[in-house]
């Protein structure tokens, strides 16, 4: 990575549920979901769909049931438009993990972390259709079990950037992502992982002034990322490339 972008993202600040981070893409507007994910917290209204899920001192433990036959999937019920959204997780063994934005009836976006890969894709709206999952960054990277990372996914207009822990970020963009996002949530694959301090902001539907200069450093620091093994979903399909936008 490039000591330009380190410059531009060291700028972001611990996360707090009270306070927004500083942005890339974003301008955080008004607090929207707030849950530390501990025990004794119940701050927002879980769907959980499948696995197994537990408060804790530290955060919400969610691992796969085998008896799912899927991995395991929960979900705030709200609507987004433009927003930022931030969480810190830890991965206790899981195979994979993700921040999943859906529509109201399909999948339109992710964040997946495993333990030698970070992805960011748009995801396959349709299933049997024409559309498929445009994989925008793909880096192999280290994630050590145990340890706590942050991750920071904005989506303004056609456009989603996520950033780990203030170091490594990746975009794309795509005419899905115009239209009204619903149900954030987590996935899991295996066993297990632990979420905390998921919070998400509301923005405002003009990107920063500075977005240009920053996609421009990001777009450099992707190509010169290193490449994780491609695992399923990733055909490409029509999208605008991160880096041409």
């Given at each position: ?91 206790d063994g899981a195979k994979s993990i993700s921040l999943s934005i859906n529509d109201a009836k399909e999948h339109v976006a992710r964040v997946m972390i495993t333990p030698t890969s970070l992805r960011v894709q748009k995801d396959d709206h349709d299933h049997d259709g024409p559309e498929k999952s445009i994989i925008f960054l793909n880096q ?106």
């Amino acid at each position: 990575m490039s000591l330009r972008l380190l410059a531009l993202l060291a700028l972001v600040s611990p996360l707090g549920a009270a306070d927004a981070p500083v942005t890339l893409l974003a301008q955080p507007d008004k607090e929207i979901v707030s849950d530390a994910l501990t025990k004794d917290v119940q701050a927002a209204d879980w769907k959980i769909a499948k696995g197994k899920w537990e408060r804790t001192a530290e955060g919400i433990r969610v691992e796969e049931v085998p008896a799912d036959m899927h991995g395991a999937a929960g979900r705030v019920p709200v609507k987004l438009q433009d927003f930022v959204a931030a969480f810190e997780f830890r991965l206790d063994g899981a195979k994979s993990i993700s921040l999943s934005i859906n529509d109201a009836k399909e999948h339109v976006a992710r964040v997946m972390i495993t333990p030698t890969s970070l992805r960011v894709q748009k995801d396959d709206h349709d299933h049997d259709g024409p559309e498929k999952s445009i994989i925008f960054l793909n880096q192999a990277q280290a994630f050590a079990a145990g340890t706590w990372h942050r991750v920071v996914l904005e989506m303004v207009g056609d456009t989603m950037v996520a950033t780990i822990d203030g170091k490594i970020s990746g975009f794309g963009s795509d005419d899905l992502f115009k239209a009204e996002k619903a149900n954030p949530g987590f996935t899991c694959a295996g066993q297990s992982a632990t979420f905390r301090n998921f919070v998400i902001w509301s923005a405002k539907a003009e990107p920063k002034a500075s977005w240009s200069e920053a996609r421009g450093k990001i777009a450099e620091a992707m190509k010169a990322a290193p490449t994780a093994a491609k695992g399923k979903g990733a055909a490409k399909g029509k999208g605008k490339a991160a880096a041409a936008k």
